[in-house]
């Protein structure tokens, strides 16, 4: 489209010191816009900020009501109740934060209208205060954890981090992806609540890796055949290579217990002599997270860009 | 701030946009999906074509046109807003990314930390936000409200924030669209203070204005855009008159435009009026203070008109009525009792007109002297601008004149009731 136009920006921007203040604006603006969202969020509600301790403790009591009083099933893991709950608390950092990062540029199209910053600013900035959330609650899941004594803390816990930076990295390149496509065409946002309910059943909410083997196992018992048959398998495969499954499965043995699975462990068929599984001897399979993630990133980001300089003449 | 050079800090080469504007919308997937091969039905709109200029640093510029001109268009170039088709800017210097007030405000959130976001936007830090917030909340006089939500303020307390917050940006470049639409009289003139402070600091300034009368003020440049090209570029009162000009706002006074409303029973006829200035050449840009002649033609059409009445009232742009004039009684005797055909001259001398800058007209009218039906009455009969060299504030130049004289003790009191607050 603009072959030969060009507006640049010389001499003093250029200048190194200039650039690093241009640099500081822009992440003070980042963290301004984040903490108003913040704010804005649970404006014009008598409790307020307390929805986002209360959403995720609902659904809980909901889930574990129905899978634990109802059906008794307790997918054999230790500390079943805790390790729920962070799930929920996971994928409810996931589900706000894309779903309203989509929203980011198209709710904001006076700002784009009117002045000039790098667009993604908005969505990084959207994404941050669902990510404020998301550590509060994940501190208080800590707490409850230690409190109700289902927890076995130890040095996996360092690894917490990385999986946190992991699962924020994905929703950005997510909400990227999806905020510069929803400024023309709304249906994604239709069809991303689809795939959020696919998703939420394809990540390991409820229920543990181990748990789909054991019940996968289980019914090839009855049927008197000690192997999986293949076409079983994929499902498994399928799930070990979503990201948000391998970062729940991941942060669940990172925070709170050995007894659940490592995906690592679970891929290289480590669990197999604890549980008597058949093994899902699959190494290769073990990257494939986290360059779906690398992928996703790179995708949305370069989608983003693309499509953000019309931004301005499409609002 | 580098405004001893002079070189240019906004360079504008052969710069075009176009706007592909679908005529049906087409938001949906569903839509694009049945018809991708189809080419997509859209009405191309050239908002630029080739414009090329450059800004000096420190200049005060006005950007001018009717409305889909493009003028809006280009600061939002110029802004980086939207990215041209074809040519290149490049600009030097930090720029302000404000082309309207208030922008990033939220009515949900306070006014301390619409402050904040706002501020950071103009790319102000925080440590400095902090700094300069009493001074912020001072100057727009909301001290009792920075706690309350904005959309509980009125939309002048808006103004008021937003104006006082734009101030303390410290960019070297200004774009400013439009901001002069907003907000009351006294508002307007602030906003002709800080221009004012502007233009000393040596800041550049690129304003897009409707206010004609802003920019023979306060720009050194106008740029006139028409149609997406450049057709006009020079000082600011020439552009001006070229844009009024090319609008049908009289420069020849005796031109009717289409907004002239005219009635009456026409027993006597105006033949036209003008605007003369002191040595009787046609003018309707008179300076403040200076002399102006409205003159008027007549003709009488029926015989049994006695004599008449001339009546002339200065309407300001907004319909307001700054004066009436009549003929006087002892001039009745040069108009009246004359037959069919005959005609004549009226003049109307203003020796020092006292009026600021602003469009105005006259609105004329004959009338009968004894029943006082109307012969023939005309609005906007000239259409002129007075144009203030001084910039000032307010309507009128009342024409004051200062003096000091120093004395020993204090010789001005209070009255009573004032005397105990002045301690």
Redesign the interface.
């Known amino acids: 489209m603009s072959t030969n136009a060009d507006v640049q920006l010389a001499g003093p921007d250029a200048r190194p010191a200039t650039r690093l203040d241009t640099l500081r604006h822009y992440r003070h603006l980042t963290l301004e816009l984040a903490i108003s969202q913040f704010k804005l969020r649970y404006t014009q509600s008598v409790l307020g900020y307390f929805w986002s301790l209360l959403k995720p403790a609902m659904v809980f009591a909901i889930t574990y009501f129905i899978f634990v009083d109802l059906f008794d099933i307790k997918d054999g893991t230790h500390f079943y109740g805790i390790q729920l709950l962070l799930g929920i608390v996971i994928w409810t950092f996931f589900a706000e934060c894309t779903a309203s990062s989509m929203q980011a540029i198209a709710s904001n199209a006076a700002l784009i209208r009117k002045t000039y910053f790098p667009r993604s600013i908005l969505v990084i900035a959207a994404s941050m205060s669902s990510l404020f959330t998301f550590l509060i609650n994940l501190v208080i899941v800590f707490v409850i954890a230690v409190v109700l004594r289902q927890i076995d803390v130890s040095l996996r816990i360092v690894v917490v981090l990385p999986l946190l930076i992991e699962l924020y990295l994905l929703a950005l390149g997510v909400a990227l992806f999806l905020s510069a496509l929803f400024v023309q065409y709304h249906d994604v946002g239709h069809l991303w609540d689809v795939l959020m309910q696919l998703l939420f059943y394809g990540s390991g909410v409820m229920f543990s890796l181990t748990y789909v083997l054991q019940r996968l196992h289980l019914v090839e018992a009855v049927g008197q055949t000690k192997y999986i048959p293949p076409h079983y398998i994929w499902i498994v495969e399928l799930m070990v290579c979503n990201p948000i499954m391998q970062t729940i499965e991941d942060l669940r043995h990172a925070l709170l217990t050995p007894q659940a699975p490592w995906t690592e462990l679970v891929v290289t068929g480590h669990l197999v002599a604890v549980h008597q599984l058949h093994p899902l001897n699959t190494p290769w399979l073990l990257p494939v997270p986290f360059l779906a993630v690398a992928l996703i990133l790179t995708i949305g980001a370069l989608t983003f860009r693309a499509r953000a300089r019309s931004f301005a003449e499409n609002l | 701030m580098n405004s001893t050079d002079r070189d240019a800090v906004i360079k504008v080469e052969h710069l075009s946009k176009r ?1 592909r504007i679908p005529l049906d919308h087409s ?4 839509h ?1 999906m049945t018809h991708w091969r189809s080419a997509s039905r859209h009405r191309v709109l050239e908002a630029l074509r080739d414009v090329s200029f450059e800004v000096p640093a420190g200049q005060f510029i006005g950007i001018i046109g009717h409305n889909g001109s493009g003028k809006s268009t280009l600061l ?2 110029l ?17 302000s ?4 007030l208030g ?2 405000f ?1 009515p ?2 306070t006014a301390r ?1 619409n402050i ?2 706002s501020g ?2 103009l ?1 102000l ?2 440590v400095e936000l902090h700094r300069l917030f009493e001074e912020i909340i001072g100057f727009a006089d909301l001290e009792q409200f920075v706690d309350h939500k904005l959309k509980n303020f009125s939309s002048g307390m808006e103004v008021r924030l937003a104006f006082s917050l734009a101030i303390q940006a410290h960019a ?1 470049i200004l774009m400013m669209d439009e901001v002069l639409a907003v907000g009351d009289a006294s508002f307007q003139a602030k906003c002709f203070d800080i221009f004012a402070r502007y233009k000393r600091e040596g800041r550049t300034v690129v304003l897009v204005t409707h206010e004609l009368s802003s920019v023979n003020k306060y720009c050194d440049r106008a740029l006139l855009l028409d149609h997406g090209r450049l057709t006009g570029d020079g000082p600011a009162a020439d552009v001006t008159a070229q844009y009024r000009r090319a609008i049908g706002l009289s420069e020849e006074g005796t031109r009717l435009s289409e907004e002239v409303e005219r009635w009456g029973s026409r027993d006597v006829v105006l033949t036209g009026a003008r605007m003369l200035d002191e040595r009787g050449v046609e003018d309707c840009n008179p300076p403040t203070g200076g002399f102006t002649r409205v003159e008027l033609g007549y003709q009488i059409q029926n015989d049994s008109v006695a004599d008449f009445v001339c009546v002339i009232w200065l309407v300001r742009d907004d319909g307001q009525v700054l004066a009436e004039a009549r003929l006087p009684v002892s001039q009745y005797a040069q108009v009246g009792s004359s037959q069919r055909g005959a005609s004549g001259t009226i003049r109307y001398d203003i020796p020092e007109i006292p009026l600021l800058d602003g469009g105005y007209s006259v609105n004329i009218e004959l009338q009968g002297r004894r029943d006082g039906a109307t012969y023939d009455h005309l609005n906007h009969a000239v259409r002129f601008h007075v144009v203030d060299k001084g910039g000032r504030g307010g309507l009128i130049d009342p024409g004051g004149v200062w003096s000091v004289v120093p004395t020993e003790q204090p010789v001005v009191g209070w009255p009573d009731q004032f005397a105990a607050t002045q301690q």
């Open positions: 706007f938001s949906t997937l569903k694009r939002k170039i802004a980086r807003i939207y990215r041209p088709d074809a040519g290149r800017v490049a600009i030097e210097g930090k720029v990314p404000f082309l309207e922008v990033g939220n949900e959130l930390e904040f976001l950071a936007i790319g830090g925080r070297e």
